[in-house]
């Protein structure tokens, strides 16, 4: 998992640089999670997210990755990810029908209930519990967090477009992880993105 996090990490810097100063020139809104719909919008289909509480609940009835949008109401690239990538028609379309999709603001000062745990807002980290177990203590916004069916949150941090997130979500989508190694997987990948 090293090798897939220095992977994706390294190429959302390259990209990170790039984008900030772009994103700084154009001064165009980014999209907005709906709380109440738990849509996100931006140029293309819309995600539906749902809560923690909501893919434990799915879980107990089929059990299938989840996929965690760790995100800051501040972060600038955590809105871009909505916009370009979780607004992507396909990228929607996969996510929807191979994970159970999740919105986490990792500074919420709810209390998550999440595989017998109870989590809570740190205020010496300035974010909840949960967030700091998703991320292995490593706080970057945004963090791509994919649990596998029984398994533990794999994070991977960094702003992704679709077809960087597509490589990502389809070794777990399509039951690879614990299978084959990710680099042997990327090898042989044929992206459709």
């Known amino acids: 998992m090293n ?22 020139a154009s001064g165009k809104p980014a999209s907005v999670v709906d709380a109440g719909t738990g849509k996100a ?8 997210w ?18 965690i949008d760790l995100y800051t109401t501040w972060c600038g690239w955590c809105k871009q990810m909505d916009k370009k990538t979780y607004s992507n028609k396909k990228v929607a379309a996969y996510l929807q029908e191979k994970f159970y999709p999740v919105k986490v603001d990792a500074e919420t000062h709810a209390t998550i209930k999440w595989g017998g745990r109870t989590f809570q807002f740190n205020p010496n980290y300035r974010a ?36 960087e997130l597509e490589l990502l979500v389809k070794y777990f989508g399509e039951g690879k ?4 190694s990710f680099d042997q997987y990327q090898r042989s990948f044929k992206p459709s993105w």
């Open 3 to 24: 090798q897939l996090k220095r992977t994706f990490f390294l190429g959302a810097f390259g990209v990170g640089l790039t984008g900030l100063l772009w994103l700084l």
């Open 41 to 48: 919008s931006g140029s293309g289909e819309t995600m539906t």
């Open 50 to 67: 749902m809560s923690i509480e909501e893919a434990a609940g799915k879980l107990e009835k089929e059990q299938r990755p989840v996929l």
């Open 128 to 163: 909840n519990e949960f967030a700091l177990y998703l991320a292995h203590g490593q706080l970057e916004f945004p963090t791509t967090i994919i649990i596998p069916p029984g398994g533990e949150p794999q994070a991977i941090p960094g702003y992704m477009e679709p077809k």
């Open 177 to 180: 992880y614990g299978q084959v």
